[in-house]
Nanobody
């Protein structure tokens, strides 16, 4: 079992930045960030595999950066140029599976509790 604890969410104006953090209790092969708004499906944002190779959804590419500090077992999501449509609950996820892709949340077996991001116009 891997426990994930997110932090760093908050309220920001459009164009602003936030950095989310996710501390993992153990190592996994792949970690990622997802988000889900009220009444919406969970949306994959970005993943980072064990080789440090990132993958981004088109909606955030060029604005968000996923990274990891292996020494601290902490995953980050730097979010720049935030838009009101980025408002959502953001979740950290991890998996031991070799597949590492943001468009398949079902592959991830471990999830954090989520952290709210609100972007005002």
């Amino acid at each position: 079992q891997v426990q994930l604890v997110e932090s760093g969410g908050g309220a920001v104006q459009a164009g602003g930045s936030l950095r989310l953090s996710c501390v993992a209790s153990g190592a996994t092969s792949c970690m990622g960030w997802f988000r889900q708004g009220p009444g919406q499906d969970r949306e994959g944002i970005a993943t980072l595999d064990s080789d440090g190779i990132p993958m981004y959804a088109g909606s955030v590419k060029g604005r968000f950066t996923i990274s990891k500090d292996n020494a601290k077992n902490t995953l980050y999501l730097q979010m720049n140029s935030l838009k009101p449509e980025d408002t959502s609950m953001y979740y950290c996820a991890a998996t031991y599976r070799p597949e590492c892709t943001y468009y398949a949340p079902a592959l991830f077996g471990f999830w954090g509790q989520g952290t709210q991001v609100t972007v005002s116009s």
